[in-house]
Every structure is written in C-alpha cells, then in structure tokens.
C-alpha cells in the first residue's frame, strides 16, 4: 500500500476534520468558548455613553456543525453598532462635514484572539488526543 505524503497545509485541515468528526461536542464547545473570549474583550473596548451599546454584545450564535466545517457568530444587535465600529460621516444641511473614525472594538477583538487561538487550539489538539488514547 503506497504512503501519501501531506503538506503542513493539508495535515494541518486534516486534523481539523478529524477532530470535528470524532469529537465534535469538544470542537463546539472550544469554538464556543473562543467566541465568548471575543465577545468579553469586544465588549471591554465598546466605549460606554448610557451602557446601551455595550450591553448589545450579550447575542452570540452558539458555535454548530455546517457542510464546509464550524460556524459560530457574535453580534450587536443596537442599530448605531456599525457606525461605532467603522466610524461614519456627519453630516449637516444636506453636506459632508467630517467623519468620526470608528473605533473597531470587534475587528480588534479578532485580530488579538486569532493571534493567540494557534497556541490554543494546539493545546486543545494535545489534550485531545492524550485524552483519546
């Protein structure tokens, strides 16, 4: 029977997709707990005025199987969220005055917890298979 050899690439999304079909109560419950951890720092770096928009935070799509993988989801339900975010223009009489810069609290959120969730989700892998065997 002839070896295949995988790239780190392909082992990597291989591993992923076993651990997803063997244990996939422990992957939703990692990926869960990975959106609460981006949740709690979007909601930290949310500036507070009435609390309102912070308090928008507390929606989070609980973590479930799809065809293409995992798919889990954080949102704000206050109406003005995106124009915090992103920031927006001010406009006065009809014309373009200025423009508020957003403040990314959820694009920073990401970008600091993906920077992190490699070591995390390795550390996961390893307690996972030590677990198993």
Do not use: C
């Not at 909601?43 to 507390?58: E, F, I, M, Q, S």
């Amino acid at each position: 029977m002839p070896m295949k050899v995988f790239g780190v690439v392909e082992l990597g999304k291989r591993l992923v997709d076993l651990a997803i079909r063997k244990y996939p109560e422990k992957v939703l419950d990692f990926i869960d707990l990975t959106t609460l951890r981006i949740q709690v720092r979007a909601k930290a770096l949310t500036p507070v005025r009435t609390g309102h928009l912070r308090r928008g935070w507390d929606n989070i799509e609980k973590a479930h199987l799809t065809a293409t993988g995992v798919k889990a989801g954080i949102f704000n339900i206050v109406d003005y969220a995106p124009s915090i975010e992103y920031g927006r223009r001010i406009i006065r009489g009809g014309k373009t005055v200025g423009f508020t810069q957003g403040r990314f609290m959820l694009s920073q959120s990401l970008v600091k917890e993906r920077a992190e969730m490699g070591r995390r989700w390795k550390a996961f892998l390893e307690e996972l298979w030590r677990t198993a065997a």
